[in-house]
Protein backbone atom coordinates (compact mmCIF):
# COMPACT_ATOMS: atom_id res chain seq x y z
CA UNK A 1 0.00 0.00 0.00
CA UNK A 2 2.70 2.34 0.47
CA UNK A 3 4.56 1.37 -2.47
CA UNK A 4 1.30 2.50 -4.69
CA UNK A 5 1.06 5.81 -2.78
CA UNK A 6 4.31 6.39 -3.11
CA UNK A 7 4.10 5.85 -6.67
CA UNK A 8 0.73 7.98 -7.34
CA UNK A 9 2.67 10.92 -5.31
CA UNK A 10 5.32 10.85 -7.52
CA UNK A 11 3.42 10.81 -10.73
CA UNK A 12 1.49 13.49 -9.51
CA UNK A 13 4.42 15.50 -8.93
CA UNK A 14 5.91 14.44 -12.09
CA UNK A 15 3.24 15.70 -13.92
CA UNK A 16 2.90 19.38 -11.81
CA UNK A 17 6.57 19.98 -12.71
CA UNK A 18 5.90 18.90 -16.21
CA UNK A 19 3.16 22.00 -16.46
CA UNK A 20 4.88 24.64 -14.57
CA UNK A 21 8.87 25.53 -14.11
CA UNK A 22 9.80 28.38 -12.33
CA UNK A 23 12.46 29.64 -14.10
CA UNK A 24 15.26 32.20 -11.95
CA UNK A 25 17.26 34.42 -14.62
CA UNK A 26 19.64 36.61 -12.94
CA UNK A 27 18.21 40.08 -12.34
CA UNK A 28 20.53 42.26 -14.93
CA UNK A 29 19.59 39.52 -17.86
CA UNK A 30 17.86 41.25 -20.96
CA UNK A 31 14.33 39.62 -19.87
CA UNK A 32 14.36 41.00 -16.70
CA UNK A 33 15.80 44.17 -17.82
CA UNK A 34 12.48 44.15 -20.39
CA UNK A 35 10.05 43.29 -17.75
CA UNK A 36 11.12 46.51 -15.10
CA UNK A 37 11.42 48.53 -17.89
CA UNK A 38 7.02 47.86 -18.66
CA UNK A 39 7.17 47.77 -15.06
CA UNK A 40 8.08 51.36 -14.33
CA UNK A 41 6.20 52.55 -17.40
CA UNK A 42 2.88 50.92 -16.56
CA UNK A 43 3.50 52.51 -12.71
CA UNK A 44 4.22 56.05 -14.16
CA UNK A 45 1.27 55.71 -16.29
CA UNK A 46 -1.19 55.07 -12.96
CA UNK A 47 0.62 58.01 -10.91
CA UNK A 48 -1.32 60.81 -11.40
CA UNK A 49 0.09 63.25 -9.52
CA UNK A 50 3.54 64.29 -8.66
CA UNK A 51 6.51 62.97 -10.34
CA UNK A 52 7.61 59.95 -12.75
CA UNK A 53 10.07 57.19 -10.74
CA UNK A 54 12.93 55.48 -12.60
CA UNK A 55 14.22 51.89 -12.16
CA UNK A 56 16.97 51.92 -9.86
CA UNK A 57 17.36 48.12 -9.14
CA UNK A 58 15.49 45.05 -10.16
CA UNK A 59 15.06 42.87 -6.22
CA UNK A 60 13.71 39.64 -7.83
CA UNK A 61 12.61 38.08 -10.72
CA UNK A 62 10.65 34.63 -10.97
CA UNK A 63 8.85 33.18 -14.18
CA UNK A 64 6.65 30.68 -13.60
CA UNK A 65 7.05 29.21 -17.33
CA UNK A 66 3.88 26.74 -18.21
CA UNK A 67 3.88 24.35 -21.27
CA UNK A 68 2.57 25.58 -24.63
CA UNK A 69 0.82 28.10 -22.24
CA UNK A 70 1.82 32.38 -21.26
CA UNK A 71 4.83 33.06 -19.20
CA UNK A 72 4.35 34.84 -15.49
CA UNK A 73 6.75 36.95 -14.33
CA UNK A 74 6.62 38.04 -10.79
CA UNK A 75 9.14 41.54 -9.90
CA UNK A 76 10.48 42.76 -6.80
CA UNK A 77 11.90 46.54 -7.98
CA UNK A 78 12.41 49.68 -6.44
CA UNK A 79 12.61 53.05 -8.38
CA UNK A 80 13.60 56.35 -7.39
CA UNK A 81 11.37 60.03 -7.77
CA UNK A 82 12.74 62.18 -10.48
CA UNK A 83 11.84 65.69 -11.26
CA UNK A 84 10.06 64.83 -14.55
CA UNK A 85 6.32 65.81 -13.65
CA UNK A 86 3.89 63.21 -14.81
CA UNK A 87 2.43 65.91 -16.96
CA UNK A 88 5.87 66.20 -18.78
CA UNK A 89 5.90 64.57 -21.90
CA UNK A 90 9.44 63.47 -21.81
CA UNK A 91 10.43 60.36 -21.55
CA UNK A 92 11.36 58.86 -18.28
CA UNK A 93 14.77 57.80 -19.77
CA UNK A 94 16.25 61.50 -19.60
CA UNK A 95 14.40 62.80 -16.55
CA UNK A 96 16.72 63.11 -13.25
CA UNK A 97 16.71 61.45 -10.25
CA UNK A 98 16.75 63.56 -7.35
CA UNK A 99 19.77 63.47 -5.55
CA UNK A 100 19.58 62.35 -1.64
CA UNK A 101 20.37 65.60 -0.10
CA UNK A 102 17.09 66.86 -1.58
CA UNK A 103 14.90 64.52 -0.03
CA UNK A 104 15.13 61.15 -2.22
CA UNK A 105 12.01 59.23 -2.51
CA UNK A 106 11.76 55.60 -2.91
CA UNK A 107 9.05 53.14 -4.26
CA UNK A 108 9.61 49.79 -3.73
CA UNK A 109 7.03 47.19 -5.64
CA UNK A 110 6.24 44.06 -6.54
CA UNK A 111 4.78 43.36 -10.40
CA UNK A 112 3.34 40.54 -12.07
CA UNK A 113 3.18 40.56 -15.62
CA UNK A 114 1.79 38.28 -18.47
CA UNK A 115 3.61 37.21 -21.58
CA UNK A 116 1.41 36.37 -24.62
CA UNK A 117 2.41 35.96 -28.02
CA UNK A 118 6.01 37.82 -26.76
CA UNK A 119 4.36 40.71 -25.15
CA UNK A 120 4.85 41.68 -21.88
CA UNK A 121 1.86 43.40 -19.67
CA UNK A 122 1.12 44.63 -16.24
CA UNK A 123 -1.90 42.35 -14.58
CA UNK A 124 -1.26 43.43 -10.67
CA UNK A 125 1.20 45.30 -8.86
CA UNK A 126 1.79 46.56 -5.48
CA UNK A 127 3.62 49.50 -4.23
CA UNK A 128 5.09 51.18 -0.95
CA UNK A 129 6.22 54.88 -1.03
CA UNK A 130 8.59 56.40 1.29
CA UNK A 131 11.63 59.17 1.99
CA UNK A 132 15.02 58.12 2.50
CA UNK A 133 16.03 59.22 5.09
CA UNK A 134 19.81 58.09 4.24
CA UNK A 135 22.63 60.69 4.28
CA UNK A 136 20.45 63.69 5.14
CA UNK A 137 23.06 66.63 5.32
CA UNK A 138 22.62 69.18 8.29
CA UNK A 139 21.12 72.68 6.92
CA UNK A 140 19.33 70.97 3.57
CA UNK A 141 16.15 72.00 2.95
CA UNK A 142 13.36 69.49 4.26
CA UNK A 143 9.92 68.42 2.35
CA UNK A 144 7.13 69.57 4.20
CA UNK A 145 3.39 67.83 4.24
CA UNK A 146 1.85 69.15 1.17
CA UNK A 147 -1.41 70.01 3.31
CA UNK A 148 1.35 72.92 5.00
CA UNK A 149 -0.27 76.41 5.90
CA UNK A 150 2.45 78.43 4.97
CA UNK A 151 3.64 76.51 2.22
CA UNK A 152 0.64 76.52 0.26
CA UNK A 153 0.83 80.52 0.94
CA UNK A 154 3.99 80.75 -0.15
CA UNK A 155 2.56 78.55 -3.77
CA UNK A 156 -0.34 81.31 -3.94
CA UNK A 157 2.28 84.06 -4.07
CA UNK A 158 4.24 82.71 -6.83
CA UNK A 159 1.17 82.16 -8.67
CA UNK A 160 -0.18 85.58 -8.26
CA UNK A 161 3.67 86.81 -8.99
CA UNK A 162 3.20 84.92 -12.56
CA UNK A 163 0.26 85.97 -13.39
CA UNK A 164 1.13 89.19 -12.85
CA UNK A 165 3.89 89.07 -15.12
CA UNK A 166 2.33 86.57 -17.77
CA UNK A 167 0.09 88.79 -21.02
CA UNK A 168 -3.01 87.47 -22.73
CA UNK A 169 -2.82 84.27 -20.15
CA UNK A 170 -3.87 83.73 -16.60
CA UNK A 171 -3.08 81.03 -14.74
CA UNK A 172 -4.31 78.36 -11.67
CA UNK A 173 -3.08 75.94 -9.86
CA UNK A 174 -3.25 72.32 -11.02
CA UNK A 175 -1.08 70.34 -8.89
CA UNK A 176 1.56 70.98 -5.91
CA UNK A 177 4.81 68.81 -6.94
CA UNK A 178 6.57 69.52 -3.71
CA UNK A 179 7.22 72.41 -0.52
CA UNK A 180 10.17 72.43 1.13
CA UNK A 181 11.54 74.83 3.58
CA UNK A 182 15.31 75.86 5.06
CA UNK A 183 16.66 77.80 7.96
CA UNK A 184 18.93 80.72 6.83
CA UNK A 185 20.77 84.01 8.37
CA UNK A 186 17.55 85.34 7.51
CA UNK A 187 14.72 83.41 8.60
CA UNK A 188 12.70 80.86 7.10
CA UNK A 189 12.94 80.48 3.39
CA UNK A 190 10.76 78.56 1.24
CA UNK A 191 11.23 76.27 -2.27
CA UNK A 192 8.19 75.10 -4.20
CA UNK A 193 7.14 73.03 -7.36
CA UNK A 194 4.02 73.00 -8.58
CA UNK A 195 1.91 72.60 -11.87
CA UNK A 196 -0.15 75.55 -13.70
CA UNK A 197 -2.72 75.65 -16.66
CA UNK A 198 -4.66 78.02 -18.52
CA UNK A 199 -7.58 79.55 -16.85
CA UNK A 200 -10.82 81.08 -17.74
CA UNK A 201 -11.64 83.75 -15.72
CA UNK A 202 -14.64 85.45 -14.43
CA UNK A 203 -15.15 88.22 -11.42
CA UNK A 204 -11.82 86.68 -10.31
CA UNK A 205 -12.75 83.27 -9.92
CA UNK A 206 -10.59 80.91 -12.42
CA UNK A 207 -11.57 77.53 -13.91
CA UNK A 208 -8.84 75.23 -15.62
CA UNK A 209 -9.11 75.01 -19.66
CA UNK A 210 -10.41 71.59 -19.75
CA UNK A 211 -8.53 71.17 -22.96
CA UNK A 212 -5.42 69.28 -24.40
CA UNK A 213 -4.49 72.24 -25.95
CA UNK A 214 -4.50 74.60 -23.01
CA UNK A 215 -1.10 75.97 -21.74
CA UNK A 216 0.46 74.12 -18.70
CA UNK A 217 3.87 73.71 -17.27
CA UNK A 218 5.85 73.16 -14.20
CA UNK A 219 7.25 76.36 -11.77
CA UNK A 220 9.91 76.14 -9.18
CA UNK A 221 9.79 79.73 -6.97
CA UNK A 222 11.68 80.00 -4.17
CA UNK A 223 12.37 82.90 -1.73
CA UNK A 224 11.04 84.52 1.66
CA UNK A 225 8.64 87.19 1.03
CA UNK A 226 9.02 88.03 -2.41
CA UNK A 227 9.48 84.66 -4.00
CA UNK A 228 11.49 84.78 -7.48
CA UNK A 229 10.05 82.55 -9.90
CA UNK A 230 10.81 79.75 -13.21
CA UNK A 231 8.13 77.89 -15.04
CA UNK A 232 8.77 75.56 -17.45
CA UNK A 233 5.78 74.65 -19.97
CA UNK A 234 4.67 71.46 -21.53
CA UNK A 235 4.16 70.78 -25.36
CA UNK A 236 0.92 69.32 -26.40
CA UNK A 237 -0.07 66.85 -23.73
CA UNK A 238 -1.67 64.45 -26.66
CA UNK A 239 -0.67 60.59 -26.25
CA UNK A 240 3.12 59.84 -26.74
CA UNK A 241 5.48 57.80 -27.10
CA UNK A 242 8.25 56.62 -24.53
CA UNK A 243 11.63 55.35 -25.49
CA UNK A 244 10.44 52.06 -25.07
CA UNK A 245 7.26 52.46 -26.90
CA UNK A 246 5.35 53.13 -23.79
CA UNK A 247 2.18 54.93 -24.55
CA UNK A 248 1.80 57.73 -22.31
CA UNK A 249 -1.11 59.04 -20.37
CA UNK A 250 -3.56 61.94 -21.75
CA UNK A 251 -4.20 64.76 -19.34
CA UNK A 252 -6.95 63.84 -16.88
CA UNK A 253 -10.14 66.02 -17.14
CA UNK A 254 -9.45 67.12 -13.55
CA UNK A 255 -6.65 66.49 -11.65
CA UNK A 256 -5.31 68.19 -8.27
CA UNK A 257 -7.12 71.77 -8.49
CA UNK A 258 -6.05 73.68 -5.52
CA UNK A 259 -8.50 75.95 -5.15
CA UNK A 260 -7.54 77.01 -1.28
CA UNK A 261 -5.09 76.00 1.71
CA UNK A 262 -7.53 72.89 2.61
CA UNK A 263 -7.12 71.12 -1.09
CA UNK A 264 -4.33 68.20 0.00
CA UNK A 265 -6.13 66.69 2.99
CA UNK A 266 -3.04 64.41 3.22
CA UNK A 267 0.03 65.46 5.30
CA UNK A 268 2.79 63.52 3.31
CA UNK A 269 5.37 65.55 2.08
CA UNK A 270 5.09 63.40 -1.39
CA UNK A 271 2.69 62.02 -3.84
CA UNK A 272 2.81 58.08 -3.21
CA UNK A 273 2.80 55.97 -6.07
CA UNK A 274 -0.87 53.78 -6.51
CA UNK A 275 -0.65 51.79 -3.32
CA UNK A 276 -1.80 48.75 -6.11
CA UNK A 277 -3.80 47.80 -8.51
CA UNK A 278 -5.97 44.63 -9.10
CA UNK A 279 -4.05 42.36 -6.00
CA UNK A 280 -7.16 40.16 -5.92
CA UNK A 281 -6.57 38.79 -9.38
CA UNK A 282 -3.23 37.79 -8.56
CA UNK A 283 -1.93 35.07 -6.31
CA UNK A 284 1.91 36.03 -6.78
CA UNK A 285 1.83 39.47 -5.21
CA UNK A 286 3.22 38.35 -1.73
CA UNK A 287 6.54 37.73 -2.27
CA UNK A 288 7.08 36.32 1.64
CA UNK A 289 3.93 33.68 1.35
CA UNK A 290 4.67 32.73 -2.01
CA UNK A 291 8.25 32.01 -1.01
CA UNK A 292 6.77 29.89 1.86
CA UNK A 293 4.76 28.01 -0.67
CA UNK A 294 6.99 27.07 -3.01
CA UNK A 295 8.03 23.54 -2.77
CA UNK A 296 10.96 22.66 -4.74
CA UNK A 297 11.30 18.39 -4.71
CA UNK A 298 14.19 16.88 -4.25
CA UNK A 299 15.03 13.09 -4.96
CA UNK A 300 16.11 11.48 -1.39
CA UNK A 301 19.50 9.96 -0.91
CA UNK A 302 20.09 6.64 -1.16
CA UNK A 303 23.79 5.27 0.71
CA UNK A 304 25.02 2.20 -0.78
CA UNK A 305 26.19 -0.36 1.93
CA UNK A 306 29.29 -2.03 1.29
CA UNK A 307 27.87 -5.20 1.03
CA UNK A 308 26.15 -3.59 -2.05
CA UNK A 309 22.62 -3.38 -0.33
CA UNK A 310 21.34 0.11 -0.44
CA UNK A 311 19.42 2.17 2.49
CA UNK A 312 17.43 5.28 2.90
CA UNK A 313 19.78 8.21 4.23
CA UNK A 314 19.19 8.86 7.90
CA UNK A 315 15.92 10.86 8.77
CA UNK A 316 16.20 14.56 10.05
CA UNK A 317 15.51 14.92 13.48
CA UNK A 318 12.19 16.50 12.65
CA UNK A 319 10.92 13.40 10.22
CA UNK A 320 8.50 11.12 11.54
CA UNK A 321 9.43 7.08 11.52
CA UNK A 322 7.02 6.54 9.29
CA UNK A 323 8.32 8.78 6.45
CA UNK A 324 11.49 6.71 6.79
CA UNK A 325 9.87 3.01 6.46
CA UNK A 326 7.89 4.53 3.48
CA UNK A 327 11.02 5.46 1.50
CA UNK A 328 12.80 2.09 2.46
CA UNK A 329 10.16 0.58 0.12
CA UNK A 330 10.65 2.29 -2.90
CA UNK A 331 12.33 -0.32 -5.29
CA UNK A 332 16.06 0.92 -6.00
CA UNK A 333 17.97 -1.19 -8.46
CA UNK A 334 22.33 -1.09 -7.60
CA UNK A 335 24.93 -2.27 -10.23
CA UNK A 336 27.62 -2.68 -8.83
CA UNK A 337 31.09 -1.96 -10.95
CA UNK A 338 34.72 -2.43 -11.51
CA UNK A 339 37.25 0.20 -10.92
CA UNK A 340 39.19 0.80 -13.77
CA UNK A 341 42.80 -0.75 -12.86
CA UNK A 342 44.18 2.41 -13.86
CA UNK A 343 43.12 4.67 -11.07
CA UNK A 344 42.98 2.07 -8.01
CA UNK A 345 44.64 3.70 -5.56
CA UNK A 346 45.86 6.45 -7.84
CA UNK A 347 42.63 8.52 -7.42
CA UNK A 348 44.13 11.85 -5.80
CA UNK A 349 42.14 12.90 -2.74
CA UNK A 350 39.20 15.08 -3.46
CA UNK A 351 40.12 18.36 -2.71
CA UNK A 352 37.78 21.00 -1.05
CA UNK A 353 38.04 23.72 -3.06
CA UNK A 354 35.03 26.60 -2.15
CA UNK A 355 33.26 28.00 -5.06
CA UNK A 356 32.12 31.64 -4.84
CA UNK A 357 28.43 31.61 -5.54
CA UNK A 358 27.03 33.07 -8.88
CA UNK A 359 25.29 36.35 -7.56
CA UNK A 360 22.23 36.20 -9.85
CA UNK A 361 19.83 38.96 -7.45
CA UNK A 362 19.69 41.98 -6.60
CA UNK A 363 20.91 43.37 -9.63
CA UNK A 364 22.56 46.22 -10.22
CA UNK A 365 22.07 49.48 -8.29
CA UNK A 366 21.74 52.49 -11.29
CA UNK A 367 21.50 55.32 -9.07
CA UNK A 368 22.06 55.21 -5.35
Request: hydrophobic fraction near 40%; charged fraction near 20%.
Amino acid sequence: MHLLSITVALGLLGGILAQVNVLRPACDSPEAEEAAIVAQDYLNAHHTHGYKYALNRIEEIKIYHVAEGDDTYVLEVELLETDCHVLDPTPVANCTVRPKHLTAIEGDCDVVLKKVGGVLTVTAFKCKTEESREDVCVGCSTLLPLNHTQGLEFVKASLNKLNNVTQNLTYTLLDVGRMSTQVVSGGQRYISEFVVIEASCVNDTCVPLNDTMAARGICTSEGMDDPSVNCKMFSTLMPLVDANSTAMPVLPPHVHVHSDRNSHKHGFGHHKLTAHHNPHMSDYLSAESAESAEVVPVAPAINVSTDGLSSPSPASDDSSSDASSASAEVPIAVVKREAPASIVGDAPAAQNVPVAPVQLCPGRIRFF
